[in-house]
T-cell receptor
Framework: DSGVTQTPKHLITATGQRVTLRCSPRSGDLSVYWYQQSLDQGLQFLIQYYNGEERAKGNILERFSAQQFPDLHSELNLSSLELGDSALYFC??????????????FGPGTRLTVL | GENVEQHPSTLSVQEGDSAVIKCTYSDSASNYFPWYKQELGKRPQLIIDIRSNVGEKKDQRIAVTLNKTAKHFSLHITETQPEDSAVYFCAAKSGTYKYIFGTGTRLKVLA
């Protein structure tokens, strides 16, 4: 167990809908990263937050947004869902802003299925 | 932009043999290189990492080597066991905030 928690574990929804994925980082970690992993694919970096502020953006679609709250948990919002958004969504956390050699620890993931 | 190439995409070895996975990165400012093991449907788990001021690091049957001049790093697993079967990802972190992951290597250890 990495100490990073994600809810829900599974999510099934329809095209056009909106969902929210939640992540709680390890105790003391200030950075949260979101990744998308499609079937048999690698990890695509979406976005990073540090202590409530957005720090880095990857291949995140405009239909997707995220935020990190004062208690450091983070939410990833996915809207106008398409079939291709079906994937495993992982959250990871690390202690600092990530400028140095920060180790990331991954949560168990949320499996999103769009029908 | 930054890129990490990982080879091979699949690797089959006999139990007890060694396995080597190689990654090449593009950003010369990269300073941290973790390796993750991911079993089917599970989270990626950190198995070993190396920082840019070190050339080699070993942890029991697992070792990682880094060649900063050539911008490549490798994972070595010795005396492989069936439970080593998984997908392995390399990653490189540069002076920016994001990690760039390789495309993964599916390792099968044949009993």
């Amino acid at each position: 167990d990495s100490g990073v928690t994600q809810t829900p574990k599974h999510l099934i929804t329809a095209t056009g809908q909106r969902v929210t994925l939640r992540c709680s980082p390890r105790s003391g970690d200030l950075s949260v990263y979101w990744y998308q992993q499609s079937l048999d694919q690698g990890l695509q970096f979406l976005i990073q937050y540090y202590n409530g502020e957005e720090r880095a953006k990857g291949n995140i679609l405009e239909r997707f947004s995220a935020q990190q709250f004062p208690d450091l948990h983070s939410e990833l919002n996915l809207s106008s869902l398409e079939l291709g958004d079906s994937a495993l969504y992982f959250c990871a956390s690390s202690p600092s802003a990530g400028v140095g050699t920060d180790t990331q620890y991954f949560g168990p993931g949320t499996r999103l299925t769009v029908l | 932009g930054e890129n990490v190439e990982q080879h091979p995409s699949t690797l089959s070895v006999q139990e007890g043999d060694s396995a080597v996975i190689k990654c090449t990165y593009s950003d010369s400012a990269s300073n941290y290189f973790p390796w993750y093991k991911q079993e089917l449907g599970k989270r990626p788990q950190l198995i070993i990492d190396i920082r840019s001021n070190v050339g080699e690091k070993k942890d029991q049957r697992i070792a990682v080597t880094l060649n900063k001049t050539a911008k490549h790093f490798s994972l070595h697993i010795t005396e492989t066991q069936p439970e080593d079967s998984a997908v392995y990802f390399c990653a490189a972190k540069s002076g920016t905030y994001k990690y760039i992951f390789g495309t993964g290597t599916r390792l099968k250890v044949l009993a």
